[in-house]
């Protein structure tokens, strides 16, 4: 299981990005996949999940929703985070993940993780 986040950058606050997480074909539909991210001396915190099947769900952490979206592509076998309305406090290293068991809240429900990806929101 591989995943590859990407997509981060240096943005001014209000404005957008799109984090990309590249899974390998064997996890795009069999693990649902979330987004964490980690602010420096900080823990790594949850953001949002994406999970498959009949009964799809896609729980987001409290302070970003209604600004974030997570959504799939299936012929690319990525998971994107699209990013609205950002603010200095989203200002983090993002990383995808993908999931083995348990809450999708917590982080070590994650099996498998990419490497980060740094957002900076200035102000």
């Known amino acids: 299981v591989q995943l590859q986040a990407s997509g981060g950058g240096l943005v001014q606050a209000g404005g957008s990005l799109r984090l990309s997480c590249a899974t390998s074909?064997?996890?795009?539909?069999?693990?649902?996949v979330g987004w964490f991210r980690q602010a420096p001396g900080k823990e790594r915190d949850f953001v949002a999940a994406?999970?498959?099947?009949?009964?799809?769900?896609?729980p987001y952490e409290d302070s970003v929703k209604g600004r974030f979206t997570i959504f799939g592509d299936d012929a690319k076998s990525t998971v994107y985070l699209q990013m609205n309305s950002l603010k200095p406090e989203d200002t983090a290293v993002y990383y995808c993940?993908?999931?083995?068991?348990?809450?999708?809240?917590?982080?070590?429900?994650?099996?498998?993780w990419g490497q980060g990806t740094q957002v900076t929101v200035s102000s």
């Open positions: 994406i999970t498959w099947g009949d009964q799809d769900t896609t």
């Open positions: 993940a993908a999931h083995s068991s348990g809450s999708y809240y917590l982080s070590p429900s994650y099996r498998y």
């Open positions: 074909g064997s996890t795009f539909g069999s693990y649902a």
